[in-house]
């Protein structure tokens, strides 16, 4: 079965509106005609007005970084999937390494979030990885399995379609590290085992698998050009149009 890949940014906490509204003009004309991938921007929910006006008309796909699992309520500082929705975002990305460290988001939380993105018809982006202790000692397959299993808890095979995954080792973000080629597909390879063992073949077959942690114009090719490797998750590298509209035509 052929993936689309899905090349995605996530600006984490950076650029204000006037910086999000020229990159988007700028970038645009970049990726004018690129079919071959999906691609999808995550800015701040502060953002997301302007990035989904400046990019209208175009497929670029706009999501958030963070939803709340519940639909509405006394949750200060969060945003709900319909105000998400009402102002035209459709992707989200759930259970980032930053928000597991930072914000104690657990797997049982990642859960909850994603019962509520597929409840609403949003393309999920569930991140899994393990930090660096995890793989010195030899515990990366379990905590991928771990984190999977505990994500997709209660989903189902027929809800399952519209999520994505993307293994990102924490020890890769931000720090310049990049997993090899041969890291990467050995993890997206356990992962996908485990979405089979909990969904089945045909799921485990369709669901895409990207790679983020460093990944820059000059590795992007060697990475995405994988067979196993359905994308990637650009943190640095996508805040600058040209160096994101680099790691898109890789
Ligand atoms: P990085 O971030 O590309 O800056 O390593 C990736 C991510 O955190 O999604």
Known sequence: MSRKALIAAN????????????FVDAFLPLVAG??????????????????????KGSKVAIGAQNIHFAEEGAFTGETSVGQLKAVGGTHTLIGHS?????FGETDEIVNKKLHT???????PVVCVGEVL??????????????????????ITAEAAAPIVIAYEPVWAIGTGKTATPEIAVDAHKIIRAEVAKLLGPAVAAGIRILYGGSVKPDNAKTLIGQEEIDGALV????????????????
């Open 11 to 22: 600006w984490k906490m950076f650029k204000t509106p006037a910086e999000a509204k020229a």
């Open 235 to 250: 943190g640095g590298a996508s805040l600058k149009p040209d160096s994101f509209a680099a790691i898109v035509k890789y």
């Open 117 to 123: 993105a597929l409840k609403h018809g949003l393309v």
């Open 133 to 154: 202790a995890e793989r010195e000692s030899g515990k990366t397959a379990d905590v991928l399995k771990k984190q999977i299993a505990g994500a997709f808890a209660g």
């Open 34 to 55: 690129h079919d071959r991938d999906k691609i999808a921007l995550f800015p701040s929910p502060v953002l997301l007005p302007t990035v989904i006006a400046a990019a």
């Open 98 to 102: 930053e928000r597991r460290q930072y």
